[in-house]
């Protein structure tokens, strides 16, 4: 008989400064899919499913796959929305737990819904209600994982991304799903420890392609190769959420039927977690002003490939609104020419523009109509629409390749020398399609201002001319002060710049 192993993806990214809820709509605007539909979608690209599907295929499994949810970084989970998604999958669990050997489980680590901090940790007890305490459950999460004690209790075995731009979700579900199998046939019996560290995030939020965490992730790696040692994750954290367990962790799953692997383990986490602690104060980017972004822009020789800003703070990707104004307004005083802009998380203004017709010029109020505290209210333009879409695109870069996106109803206005892209749906700029599909080729282009903290690089390195990185003030500023921290446990780097270690037992 096969093994029969259950898997579901169910993520998402909690910004609880943002107003508001994620509900059930914003999952089905982006990934809502059950069984043979999730897999016909994503069985076959860079996802955790696919990895799934590979460890079963090696191992000869046979897999129900209920569900694959995701829904753009945004405010905490509706209630309504964790129990519809929660559910599905428990409800499967409940169906098939006489048959069930194992359970697989694609999750964020940093989801927040309307009732309880950790969202990860609350759908792992229910399952564990259900299968009981010795059901095999293997987890994936993202690099920007607020891992909780709950989580390493209740998973036997988790394991991360271990880039930033993400590029690794198929190596790393196969990963988790070769540690299932090891624990399914018992040739081991994983548990996870975790090190923690005072700190809103990792200091340059796990930037895998530069800077201190390098040599960690290395250490990380080489670990796996040690007896008795199966997946070691570095999780930056996630300082958007103003939560209890926020920050930098180090998970070391390891196999407690080798004797010496705990203590091994609890020195391999330990000793990552110093080098993050130690790396604090160490900032690979460094942040320009609107106006000094706008400056360099104006003067910039475009001949080896477009200048690149990234609007760090206003990353629809950690859950800021991305109707931020600052610097468009910037680029628009320095009067930059051959520039696009994007994306403008607009819907009222995108479906104001699809009243009108491709070649008509038109005025309106743009963005900054969530929150103009933090990014600049809404800028007063008048443009000419050279483009009108649906939105639709299917994405050729490193992280999204193969797979089908949607900005929802989406219009190209330009303003003056900039084509500002006005879209609906919420999600950060890191796939060229995302411009391309709609007209604006960014190879082409002097100036390119996209909306993106990191995962941008993956696709637009290649291209740039050189990269510079922007604070607008948006919600998502490296300037953590700005936000009202209420519930992160104090002191806490960089609130307190000068929060010291508590003494180790
Ligand atoms: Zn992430």
């Not at 540690?179 to 996870?192: D, N, V, W």
């Not at 972004?293 to 859950?319: E, H, K, M, T, V």
């Not at 523009?353 to 007063?380: C, E, I, M, Q, Y």
Request: charged share 20%; net charge negative; hydrophobic share 40%.
């Amino acid at each position: 008989m096969p093994r029969h192993v259950l898997t579901a993806e169910f993520a998402h990214e909690s910004n609880t400064f943002k107003k508001g809820f994620t509900v059930l709509d914003d999952f089905r605007s982006e990934t809502y899919l059950q069984g043979e539909a999730a897999i016909a979608e994503r069985g076959n690209a860079n996802t955790e499913l696919a990895g799934f599907l590979d460890a079963a295929r090696e191992a000869g499994w046979r897999v129900s796959h209920v569900i694959s949810a995701h829904a753009g970084p945004g405010a905490r989970v509706a209630r309504a929305a964790f129990d519809d998604i929660a559910g599905q999958i428990c409800a499967a669990a409940t169906a098939s737990r006489h048959s069930l050997d194992g359970i697989l489980l694609s999750l964020h680590g940093a989801m927040v819904t309307e009732f309880c901090e950790d969202g990860e940790g609350e759908l792992l007890t229910r399952l564990r209600a259900i299968v009981g305490p010795d059901m095999p459950i293997a987890v994936t999460l993202d690099l920007h994982a607020n891992c909780t004690p709950l989580m390493c209790d209740l998973a036997d075995a988790i394991v991360s991304y271990k880039t930033y731009p993400h590029i690794d979700m198929r190596e790393r579900g196969l990963q988790a799903g070769r540690i299932l199998e090891a624990r399914m046939s018992g040739r081991s019996r994983p548990r996870t420890l975790r090190a923690h560290r005072p700190m809103l995030d990792e200091i340059n939020s796990g930037r895998s392609d530069e800077g201190p965490m390098l040599p960690l992730y290395a250490k990380a790696r080489a670990a796996e190769r040690e007896p008795g040692i199966l997946a070691v994750s570095i999780n930056a954290g996630f300082s958007d959420a103003d939560i209890r367990d926020v920050g930098p962790t180090v998970t070391v799953t390891y196999d407690t039927l080798q004797p010496a692997a705990e203590s091994r383990a609890r020195a391999i986490a330990e000793d990552i977690a110093d080098g993050i602690w130690a790396a604090r104060f160490t900032s690979v980017n460094t942040y320009l002003g609107v106006e000094e972004a706008a400056a360099i822009a104006s003067s910039f020789d475009a001949s080896r490939g477009p200048l690149i800003i990234a609007d760090y703070a206003d990353n629809p990707g950690s859950g800021a609104y991305g109707d931020a104004t600052n610097l468009l307004r910037a680029m628009l005083d320095a009067g930059l020419r051959n520039a696009a802009f994007g994306p403008m998380i607009d819907p009222e203004a995108a479906a104001f523009l699809h009243t009108h017709r491709v070649g008509d010029t038109v005025s309106l109020a743009l963005g900054g109509k969530n929150d103009p505290a933090f990014g600049g209210g809404p800028l007063a333009v008048t443009g000419e629409i050279i483009h009108l879409s649906n939105g639709d695109m299917i994405c050729d870069g490193p992280i999204l390749g193969g797979l089908h996106h949607s900005y929802g109803t989406t219009a190209v206005l330009r303003v003056d020398g900039i084509d500002v892209l006005v879209v609906t749906a919420n999600s950060q700029m890191l796939d060229q399609q995302q411009f391309k599909a709609f007209g604006i080729m960014p190879a082409e282009k002097s100036v390119v201002a996209l909306k993106s903290m990191q995962h941008f690089r993956a696709a637009f390195e290649p291209i740039a001319g050189r990269v510079i990185v922007c604070d607008s003030g948006a919600l998502s500023t490296p300037r953590y002060e700005r936000r009202t921290y209420r519930n992160v446990p104090r002191p806490i780097f960089p609130l307190e710049r000068n929060t010291e270690l508590p003494t180790r037992p």
